[in-house]
């Protein structure tokens, strides 16, 4: 990609040059013919709207959970249908909104924190998802062979979600796995243990992340906990998660890797030998979907049979992370990357000799 940058009038933190060049307002006129769909053209249904919620009845009480004061929900269906459709919307306005393409990524571009949506509920078994392919973007339970899909492994441990504006790109090898991307938003599990509401809205810390391997591709699961948490302050990184929440890391572990077995599948597996990564790689890892999300807003590389659903203009929001960097923040993001890098190559010679 080009390194040439677009300027504009916020400032933020240590963003690479590669998300800033994929950014380009030009953008614009490249997604106009990727879909013939537009918000204006959005079907509208007729729906109850209220503060963020729980989506389904079998969602348990939660302690309370402070959410994103811009963003509310809207349900659209009966719950526990093929209709059923939870949206995320402007609070002020009550717009629909695209879980996936309208919500920053950033939502402190001075710490690096991220806005995270919540797909399931802590504690809960209905596999709720952002439907990519749907115009709009609400958020949907799976559906396999026209039946509405729960994990039968059990309720799951932790609240799950994603990065909104990130894309696992299938299209790409990524360059810690070399396998590719899994054609969804980035995975997130949230480490509170309060249950947040299917379409919450949050800001949140990185902790680390973890390779699954799943079924041949790349489905990385970045680990993190919201920012207002009290934990937030003393867990900031992998060996922190490690030491104050180890049964917490076994039970992701255990999990992921074994959720599936009950529906006669074979395990997943992990790159990395199911080591969590440290903080630096996992943005990397954000950066770089996020920077793959944008392409493909362009239309670059757009395969045949390409179903996503695209909004015809870029999101505001995206616009306007392209922001301005020094060429001292530049070398900065260059030498975290290299540091990262050469630290696995330490690791992995140590583990040579010691073996």
Same mark, same amino acid.
């Given at each position: 990609m080009p390194d040439s940058l677009t300027r504009a009038n916020i400032r933020s933190s240590f963003i690479p040059l590669t998300v800033r060049a994929a950014l380009q307002p030009?953008?614009?006129?490249?997604?106009?013919?990727?879909?013939?769909?537009?918000?204006?053209?959005?079907?509208?249904?007729?729906?109850?709207?209220?503060?963020?919620?729980?989506?389904?009845?079998?969602?348990?009480?939660?302690?309370?959970?402070?959410?994103?004061?811009?963003?509310?929900?809207?349900?659209?269906?009966?719950?526990?249908?093929l209709d059923y459709r939870v949206w995320v919307t402007d609070r002020a306005s009550g717009r629909e909104l695209s879980a996936w393409h309208d919500i920053p990524l950033l939502a402190d571009p001075q710490t690096i924190r991220f806005n995270y949506v919540n797909e399931i509920a802590k504690g809960t078994r209905a596999k709720f998802e952002i439907a990519t392919k749907e115009a709009g973007n609400p958020i949907k339970q799976d559906v396999k062979k026209g039946s509405l899909r729960s994990f039968t492994y059990g309720d799951i441990p932790f609240n799950y979600g994603c990065l909104p504006q990130t894309w696992e790109d299938p299209h790409e090898l990524d360059p810690r796995t070399q396998l590719k991307g899994d054609n969804d938003p980035l995975d997130v599990v949230e480490l509170s243990d309060e249950s947040m509401p299917t379409g919450g809205v949050t800001s949140i810390q990185l902790i680390g992340a973890l390779a699954l391997i799943d079924e041949g591709e790349t489905d990385w699961k970045m680990l993190a906990i919201r920012s207002d948490h009290p934990a937030a302050a003393h867990i900031t990184n992998a060996r922190q998660l490690q030491q104050h929440w180890p049964d917490k890391v076994r039970t992701i572990i255990d999990w992921f890797r074994n959720y599936k077995t009950t529906d006669g599948k074979p395990k997943n597996e992990f790159a990395f030998k199911?080591?969590?990564?440290?903080?630096?790689?996992?943005?990397?890892?954000? #950066?770089?979907?996020?920077? @793959? #999300?944008?392409?493909?807003?362009?239309?670059?590389?757009?395969?045949?049979?390409?179903?996503? #659903?695209?909004?015809?203009?870029?999101?505001?929001?995206?616009?306007?992370?392209?922001?301005?960097?020094?060429?001292?923040?530049?070398?900065?993001?260059?030498?975290?990357?290299?540091?990262?890098? @050469?630290?696995?190559?330490?690791?992995?010679?140590?583990?040579?000799?010691?073996?």
């Open positions: 030009t953008v614009t006129t490249h997604v106009a013919a990727l879909t013939h769909v537009t918000q204006p053209n959005l079907r509208r249904f007729t729906t109850r709207s209220h503060p963020i919620h729980a989506a389904t009845p079998s969602t348990p009480p939660a302690k309370h959970v402070s959410m994103s004061p811009i963003y509310s929900t809207r349900e659209t269906g009966k719950p526990g249908t199911a080591e969590i990564q440290d903080v630096p790689l996992a943005q990397r890892v954000v #950066w770089d979907t996020h920077a @793959a #999300w944008a392409r493909r807003l362009r239309g670059e590389g757009v395969a045949a049979g390409d179903k996503l #659903w695209v909004p015809s203009e870029l999101p505001r929001s995206a616009r306007s992370a392209v922001a301005q960097h020094t060429e001292q923040q530049d070398e900065w993001e260059r030498r975290q990357s290299q540091k990262v890098e @050469a630290a696995e190559y330490v690791d992995v010679e140590e583990k040579k000799r010691s073996g």
